[in-house]
């Protein structure tokens, strides 16, 4: 389609207007409608007085960030580098359980929410018992996983944060589940659509041995996806952290909990510390996750 | 292998000892293992408080009366009586929400391309060199190549750190800066998703084909002519998949965003949240659940026709 020599009539214009150029030419009108749409005046994109004097201050620090705290604190308070430290640690340990839960649901329910352990040639055995699952309980199951996937992912992990602030109150248990569930309803997703997509011959091959669906599933269709669901879950770790970060803006006590205060007491050397804290730990997560990749995809 | 059937255990035990192993993979699951069970055991979740008799009447009140419809409180659960309730809510307050909240997405996804756009051909190895494509044998390495390496490295750092920090810091420190408008949601959103686009644009450049890519530089292109003209086409559809893989994560956040302050769907949450009306809340939340899954849906066709089209 995109091959102007499939069409003779697109050779002779100048300019063929192909179904690529004719999606990107709708994406820059779509962006301009949106423009008109929003109160977003091109006057509002330079700062105003007291803007000016934020940016000024603020940028001022970006080279300096704060070595030692900007007001007089408690004798007992520990140095701001090990309290940058402790938030950092924090933030990791929220995103490591949030996604350990995460990495259990996106399985369970990725696993059932394909179609390899009920529907077509995988799925082994002619009796009428195996027959009459495969045309009940299994489409029965597959939806439900995967309306409850929708359900899980289609709600921010901040909303579902909101959710559980206002009904359980301050947690750290509501904020590893707010990461848990959207992430898991991704995992679910992808590792669904990963599975699916990943060639059958080794499953077709242990399907003909003998092998259960079970068997069939794990042993001949997750090894030949293992690398891609590999990086993928490690990618979404590193995405963790940023939402593990960003968690501490409602109250919990990772780096985001540590901006927010400084910001709002004016201490911008100390946003500048705890906001290096934050690229440190995401880009070290995000070069690990890159040298991993690489081993596995490779 | 001598027969067919004669797969004996010895043959097995050789190919698993054959297999790929490396000390990176496996240091780093047992990293990761330890880091699961510090996360859980060393005292920072304290998931058994989440059923406390504490947390639990807390539970007990949200579920029975907080997202209950002021109006609807103390009556039976009528069905239809509180889909009449949302329809006000959504046609009060949500819909215009919902409508800002796209376009806030879609300005920002735009703005976000064209600044990947710009940026992922100068962070792409293979053109910012002195010679793209050309002959390895004239590849200098004086000045020039320096020059152009030190440029690429500048370019990828600066997108790491503009996808490093997450949207809502970026929306947070905007904010204070650029006062209210639907700017500093737009820019957040754009700036985040631009280093986003832009590292995997440069990836799709350097993973291209280089053979046609060579003839254009054979028969005289400059290195414009090569990107614009030659790269930009032949990674079209990817920079296209990804574009709308983004437009989804997009709007999830365009509606969180507006809890700082700017009117999209996630001003209205926040709203409910301070006065605690957390029936006007739910709803909004549920506003908000349809409009992604909306989107994803949109994207997820327009991705399919472009596979398809590839």
New interface residues.
Partial sequence: MSNPRASPDARRRPFPITPRIAVALSILVAGALAWMVLDAPFAKLVPQEGGLRVVRAFFARALTPALDYESPVPESTPHILMQALAAARRTLVFAAAGMSVALVLGIVLGFLSTTAWWAGDLVGGSSPLRRALARTVGPAVWSASRALIVLMRSVHELLWAVLFLAAFGLNTGGAVAAIAIPYGGTLAKIFSEMVEETPRDAALALRGAGAGPLQVFFFGLVPRAGPDLAAYAFYRFECAVRSAAVLGFFGFPTLGYAIAQSFENLHYGEVWTYLYALVVLVVTIELWSGALRRRFVA | MTSRTAITTLDVEALRRARPR?T??RV?VLA?LA??A???L?G????E??FSPR?RE??ER??TT?VVPFALRGTDWNAAQYLEYARGLALDRGFSGL??T???S??AI??A?CGALSLAFLAARNVATPTPFGDRVLRDSGVRSRAWNALAVVVRAAL??LR???E??WA??LL????T???PA?LALAIHNAGILGKLGAETVENLDPRPLSALRAAGGSRAQIAWLGAL?LA??RF?LY?FYRFETCV??A??LG?LGV?SLGYW?QDS?AKQY?DE??VF?AL???L??AA?LASAI?RR??RR??
Wanted: proline content about 3%.
């Fill in positions: 490396s990176l993979v780093s990761l880091l699961v510090y996360a859980w060393g920072d979740i304290q998931v408080d989440l947390r807390n539970l949200f579920v907080d409508g800002s796209l376009a806030i879609v300005l735009v703005l391309a790491i750190l490093a920090i997450p809502y810091i947070f420190l204070a800066m650029l006062g408008s639907a700017w737009v086409p079209a559809n296209l574009f999830r956040e509606t969180v809890m009117v949450i949240r957390y809340m739910v939340v908000g659940a349809a992604v899954l994803d327009v026709a472009l089209a590839q």
